[in-house]
């Protein structure tokens, strides 16, 4: 982890960069932001680890936990909410059995995102399985579709 | 006859969901494989093309043969072969895959500056946009020009801001210059964040040369040489493109030291955005910029007066700087011959929704809902009756029918409590229930407050709070008063746009569909059957046939029911989720 | 200077300060929470807002700078029932619990409640609630009451230089953190505490010995060091309840750990009271008891057998074989007798302080 992370270091003096350049890099490769990284970074740069870690939580893209296996994304913008976005979602958060707060199933199997619009309105409601887009959504067919991956 | 042939596949992102990228691929195979090879390398070009428009009907593509354009709507993989070997080789357009007339009623009302070269230029290509006559004005501009001549030249085009505000961009590029200061930014604000809206996307992926000259217009303009373009993470493929062209920009000398020989310096950096709807306001995304949380500063001191690093800094929105370069060419006159008095120019609008021709438009300001809704819109696809048209997103307001011949401009929606704001467009018919609307735009902004100010952080919270009990039965009888209340305190006192904007979903709601919300209330209904508490299911025995789908899909196992005889549903154990209603193939489930 | 009505009195004030500064200055009250005159300023609180002529919106004034022939309006029927709103709301989110909070009777928040007769409870809703509690020896951190004005990141980072706590989430989550929000470990200095404007930061020693009409207020210098800075100890049943500082002191009420937490010597069973004399000479070997080694003396016995080992030694080595040193909590005056006493009665230029590095 020590030499990405220090040649993630050498990109944000190259280019002269800021504290949320580096977490997207450090997302980018580990898909999330470990602890380690931000003390790392906050001890090399002297900046407050505390700050890092305000500026992680404040943004939505930035993940403190790894991420589940399958990453499913649904999109929660206007359009997809007119056509029914939430039920898509508390159907397949029923079906991973995920409650409160939590986006990530307890096997790591799965992650359930919601997004604000991902720019394919005329295709509402769009969901993304594990990046693929999945135009026109229905709840019964995703959970078919997960059943599968669950069986794999 | 291969000579002249263009085929133009819409690689919008609609047209990428719809599978744009499979049918460009197999018309490239096609292509090869039926012989057509050689002459076609040449002069068949596939762009890969911005949005064209109708998004619905992706993946369309233009077949162009000598001067005769042919479109194709609904295209598939599948189909390409047939095209090729019919039309492309066999001269024969394939006519029931062609568009309608309803299809070009569809541009007939359009005005296209902004998009006027997405979907026609390679994107991919910036000597497709200099043939258009793209950096001809910059060129002109460096060598004949005083920033003072090109200030008053979009002064007099009465260009005003399509980010939201519609602060008059002559204007603020003049503060900017007048400000004391030897560095100073432009900045391209394509956070475009309003969940609804797209159009920012479509013209950095359709036209990303577009921006990058106004910009640079902007940047002579204001004394600035360095500019940042702050764009959403979520828009990869706008961000490639957008890369591709400052790299291609910076290799021919548009971009970087002493640009066409002159002495004008500027060069772009792209900021990624990490997903926070409160940085498309400009403190916050200054603040981002310089790496911190982005959280709101009270203004005044305004950026063009403290912004990036302290210096004067210009912020404008992606669509307002694609319209520089064309006023430049074209002349402040000839932009202005559009729209009406205070709201010149162009506008490019997101229709969503409840209307058959989803997809982005662009229509001189000053045209009516009515024309954009029925004319260019094609009405509903159910036939059902449009009951409002939100515009504005979030920040916006719910306009009901009665108001369809108002003109869109600026002044006129912000007089009837909503705004033009960054171009969303939905449309709602009676299906759409006015109070899960408000409560929808209220629980993004809550979520997307930045919770330094008071009346956002905990208002917001309250608001959503009360339209939650409200949309689930239990509201009760002050709560219309309490709502007012607190939106309007909400309005006056937050620190920024986005609580300053955020009741304007329920105040104008609450104005024209105040009786949706005593139905909820009072008689605890929900009139547009979508507000889930409110509903009861039940089956029809008459058509039920017994087929056991609502069963098996239902999650709360409240359906029972012999194979092949009428279903029942327990109302004690049903969750209301609905399920039933949709798997059911023979409409049996009824709901109030 | 340039001339700018307030309530309609027209008032000279210099350029480029704020509306508030100028009210303030004028006697004009205008409330206000996130505000703190050592502190950038926040703009968060939205108390302080004020009508201006020309604006469409009330402005903040502790972000408004003055203009010249400003009209501006620091109370109207509208602006109250504005900040009773937001009051409102920030006591929706607010644990009703005054009467067993170590703030009462010093609280701005509660004082403005009372001001403006709120309780809260017109828009009860969900309330953040947090079940750790922050285990650091100093600092209670009770974040369910704060109202996110900002003052202690701000202090902790303008004035403290240490930045151990940020604004972390956002909305209505928004939370003031440490670094992955583990508990404080930082200087403790404690002056996050000194400008909370409510009852999430308290002092961990301060729990349950008093609240402010209980203390008698003392004003005194803090021992431990030579920079001297004021403070003011708080007494209940003559024993310290906290200390802290005035802000209009020349320290500007800024203390340190020491200062600001270590009083407990004061009233510590272990504290000395009397002098003690050895009882056994030293090489001796000390035996198990204290009692055994020491005895209680009065002053004058103990200061008589100091002058008399003295005198004792000089005889016998001369002057130069005695030394002194001197400390840094002394005062100015209490060192220059020292070291006058050492020259003049002792006779030997052997003489330091330990502040003297
Ligand atoms: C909460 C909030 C979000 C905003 N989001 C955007 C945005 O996504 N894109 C944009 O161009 N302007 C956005 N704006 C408006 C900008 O703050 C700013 O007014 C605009 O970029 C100025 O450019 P213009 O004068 O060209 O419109 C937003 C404003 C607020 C308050
Ligand atoms: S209005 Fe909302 S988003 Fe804006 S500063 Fe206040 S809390 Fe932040
Ligand atoms: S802990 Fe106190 S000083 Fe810090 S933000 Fe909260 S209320 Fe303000
Ligand atoms: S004191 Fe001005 S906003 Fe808080």
Redesign the interface.
């Known amino acids: 982890m020590k030499k990405k992370l220090d040649q993630i270091l050498k990109k944000y003096h190259k280019r002269n960069?800021?504290?949320?350049?580096l977490?997207?890099e450090v997302q980018e490769s580990f898909g999330y932001i470990p602890?380690e990284a931000?003390?790392y970074f906050?001890r090399k740069l002297q900046i407050?680890?505390?700050?890092?870690?305000?500026?992680a939580?404040?943004?939505?893209?930035?993940r403190?936990t790894p991420m589940g296996k399958n990453n499913i994304t649904v999109c929660?913008?206007?359009?997809c909410?007119?056509r029914g976005a939430e039920?898509i979602i508390?159907?397949l958060r029923?079906e991973l059995g995920l409650d409160g707060e939590n986006d990530t199933t307890e096997d790591g199997e799965f992650t359930l995102e919601e997004?604000?619009?991902?720019?394919?309105?005329?295709?509402?409601p769009?969901v993304l399985v594990n990046g693929d887009?999945r135009?026109r959504a229905?709840?019964?067919r995703l959970v078919k579709e997960i059943r599968k991956m669950k069986k794999k | 006859m291969e000579n002249n042939v263009v085929i133009r596949v819409c690689m919008g992102p609609a047209g990428i969901a719809a599978g744009g990228r499979d049918v460009l691929e197999r018309f490239r195979e096609a292509l090869a494989s039926a012989g057509l090879d050689a002459s076609v390398k040449e002069h068949c070009s596939s762009h890969q093309v911005g949005c064209l428009g109708l998004c619905a009907r992706d993946v369309l593509v233009e077949v162009h043969t000598d001067g005769q354009k042919h479109t194709y709507q609904y295209v598939k993989p599948d189909m390409v072969e047939r095209i090729v070997t019919e039309h492309i080789a066999g001269g024969k357009p394939v006519s029931e895959w062609l568009v309608d007339d309803s299809f070009d009623a569809f541009y007939e009302k359009q005005v296209k500056v902004v998009l006027s070269h997405c979907g026609v230029l390679d994107p991919e290509d910036i000597d497709d946009y200099i043939a258009s006559g793209g950096y001809e004005a910059i060129g002109r501009i460096l060598k004949k020009c005083l920033p003072e001549m090109v200030i008053d030249e979009i002064k007099a085009s009465g260009l005003r801001g399509r980010g939201g505000a519609g602060f008059p961009t002559g204007l603020k590029w003049e503060l900017a210059r007048e400000a004391a200061g030897d560095r100073k930014y432009m900045i391209c604000n394509a956070d475009e964040g309003d969940p609804g809206a797209f159009m920012d996307r479509a013209v950095i992926e359709g036209n990303p040369h577009a921006v990058i000259e106004g910009m640079m217009i902007g940047a002579f303009s204001i004394g600035a040489s360095k500019g940042y373009v702050y764009i959403r993470a979520e828009y990869p493929l706008a961000v490639e493109r957008l890369k591709l062209a400052i790299a291609q920009a910076r290799k021919k000398g548009l971009l970087g030291k002493a640009i066409l020989g002159t002495k004008f310096s500027f060069d772009i950096e792209i900021k990624l955005g990490a997903g926070a709807f409160v940085c498309g306001e400009e403190t916050a995304l200054i603040a981002s910029i310089e790496g911190e949380r982005g959280m709101p500063r009270s203004k005044p001191p305004f950026p063009v007066n403290r912004g990036l690093w302290q210096c004067p800094t210009v912020i404008n929105n992606v669509e307002t700087l694609a319209n520089i370069p064309y006023i430049m060419r074209k002349g402040a006159s000839w932009f202005a011959s559009y729209g009406t008095e205070k709201s010149r120019g162009t506008k490019v609008f997101a229709l969503t929704g409840k209307i058959r021709n989803t997809g982005l438009i662009e229509v001189p300001m000053g045209i009516t809902l009515r024309e954009i809704l029925y004319d260019i819109g094609g009405g509903t696809e159910s036939g059902k009756e449009i009951k409002a048209v939100q515009t504005g997103g979030p920040s916006g307001g719910c306009i009901p029918a009665s108001m369809f011949d108002l003109h869109v401009d600026y002044e006129s929606l912000a007089k009837v409590g909503s705004i033009v704001g960054s171009g969303g467009m939905i449309v709602l018919d009676e299906d759409d229930c006015m109070v899960n609307m408000a409560r929808y735009f209220i629980q993004f902004t809550q979520a997307e407050s930045c919770g330094k100010c008071v009346p956002c952080r905990v208002g917001t919270k309250r608001v959503l709070e009360i339209l939650d009990r409200i949309t689930q039965g239990r509201g009760r009888p002050d709560d219309i008063a309490k709502l007012e209340r607190l939106c309007k305190g909400i309005k006056s006192t937050s620190l920024c746009g986005l609580g300053q904007t955020a009741p304007n979903p329920v105040l104008s709601t609450l104005k024209y569909f105040r009786e949706e919300y005593e139905a909820h209330i009072i008689d605890k209904k929900c009139p547009a059957r979508v507000c889930k508490a409110l509903l009861t299911y039940w089956i029809l025995e008459e058509t039920c046939t017994g087929c056991g789908a609502c069963r098996r899909a239902c999650p709360a196992e409240a359906i029972s029911g012999e194979k092949k005889k009428p279903h029942r549903i327990d109302p004690e154990k049903c969750i209301r989720c609905g399920m039933c209603y949709e798997v059911c193939k023979f409409s049996s489930v009824e709901r109030e | 200077m340039v001339q700018i009505t307030i309530d309609g009195k027209k008032i000279d004030v210099p350029e480029g300060i704020t509306i508030l500064e100028a009210a303030r200055r004028n006697g004009i009250y205008i409330p206000t929470l996130c505000f703190h005159p050592r502190l950038t300023y926040f703009g968060g609180c939205r108390l302080c807002i004020v009508e201006v002529k020309g604006f469409l919106r009330p402005v903040t004034a502790c972000t408004t700078t003055v203009n010249k022939d400003m009209e501006v309006n620091t109370s109207t029927a509208e602006l109250e029932e504005l900040r009773k709103l937001i009051l409102e709301l920030i006591l929706s989110d607010h644990p009703h619990d005054c009467m067993l909070c170590e703030k009462a009777g010093a609280c701005t928040l509660q004082e403005l409640a009372y001001t403006y007769g709120v309780d809260g409870f017109q828009f009860a809703g969900e309330r953040r609630r947090y079940s750790k509690r922050d285990g650091n020896p100093f600092i209670e951190r009770d974040l369910e009451k704060c109202i996110l004005c900002g003052r202690c990141v701000k202090v902790c980072r303008e004035i403290q230089g240490v930045e151990a706590i940020d604004f972390g989430y956002r909305g209505f989550k928004a939370k003031i953190c440490t670094n992955f929000e583990e508990d404080l470990d930082c200087e403790f200095c404690g002056q996050c505490v000194q400008v909370c404007p409510t009852g999430a930061l308290t002092g961990k020693l301060w729990a349950r010995k008093g609240r402010q009409m209980s203390l008698r207020e003392v004003e005194t210098v803090c021992p431990y060091c030579g920079t001297g800075c004021n403070i003011t100890v708080h007494v209940n049943r003559n024993e310290i309840a906290k200390v802290t500082a005035r802000e209009d002191s020349w320290n500007e009420g800024w203390l340190c750990v020491k200062g600001r937490f270590g009083y407990r010597f004061a009233n510590s069973p272990e504290r000395l009271t009397v002098p003690l004399i050895r009882k056994v000479p030293r090489g001796e070997g000390a035996p198990e008891k204290v009692e055994d080694l020491f005895r209680e003396a009065t002053w004058e016995e103990a200061l008589d057998l100091v002058a008399s080992r003295l005198l004792e030694i000089k005889e016998a080595h001369g002057p130069d074989s005695i030394a002194g040193l001197s400390s840094a909590r002394c005062t100015n005056e209490e060192n220059y007798l020292f070291q006058k006493f050492i020259r003049a009665v002792v006779g030997t230029n052997n003489v330091d302080h330990c502040a003297r590095l």
């Open positions: 960069e800021n504290i949320i350049f977490l997207q602890r931000i003390d906050a407050a680890p505390s700050k890092f870690y305000g500026v939580t404040f943004y939505a893209q930035f403190l929660c913008g206007t359009a909410h007119v039920r508390s159907g029923r997004v604000a619009c991902l720019g394919t309105c005329s295709f509402a769009v887009v135009g229905n709840a019964d």
